[in-house]
């Protein structure tokens, strides 16, 4: 039967310099066509988690955006480090969120067999809602009974 885990994350953006390369799309020349001309992002973040969810995480995304429509796509994966009803381990979040005329989108999932520690097992899915510059989060689980 699925649970209910709540509470709250911050995120921090690290610093550009910190970051790797951009991205260059391997079937085109580098200097015709860099990800500046496609509007695609790289974009590093660390993020504290709190409440019934409570570790830490690293998200790398890529997002194209158009600024003057407002409309735009991102995708991520993310690593977390965490304890999830008494049990520690680690699993990764898989993202994809849509912007389009004025309609948001956001698909924000447990990577199958991801988990590790005790928390292998653990699917689910996260529902998020920002209020006041705060995330919040809802995640929606399942986790075995017993550490195999």
């Known amino acids: 039967m699925p649970q209910i885990a ?3 994350f911050t995120v921090t953006r690290v610093p550009a310099a910190v970051q790797s390369a951009p991205l ?13 001309v496609y509007g695609i992002g790289r974009t590093l973040l660390h993020k504290v988690w709190s409440g019934d969810l409570s570790g830490h995480s690293t998200v790398e995304m890529l997002s194209s955006l158009n600024t003057e ?4 796509a991102y995708v991520a994966l993310e690593g977390v480090t965490a304890v999830l009803q008494g049990r520690s381990g680690t ?6 969120g849509v912007q389009h005329g004025g309609h948001q989108t956001l698909d924000y999932r ?7 520690g005790e928390l292998v097992g653990l699917t689910g899915h996260l529902e998020l809602v920002v209020e006041d510059g705060q995330h919040h989060y809802t995640l929606t689980y399942t986790l075995p009974d017993s550490l195999a």
């Open 69 to 72: 429509l407002g409309s735009g």
């Open 6 to 8: 709540s509470g709250l």
């Open 91 to 96: 699993f990764v979040f898989c993202h994809l």
């Open 110 to 116: 447990i990577v199958p067999d991801s988990a590790a």
């Open 24 to 36: 260059q799309p391997d079937s085109v020349q580098p200097d015709s066509a860099s990800p500046e």
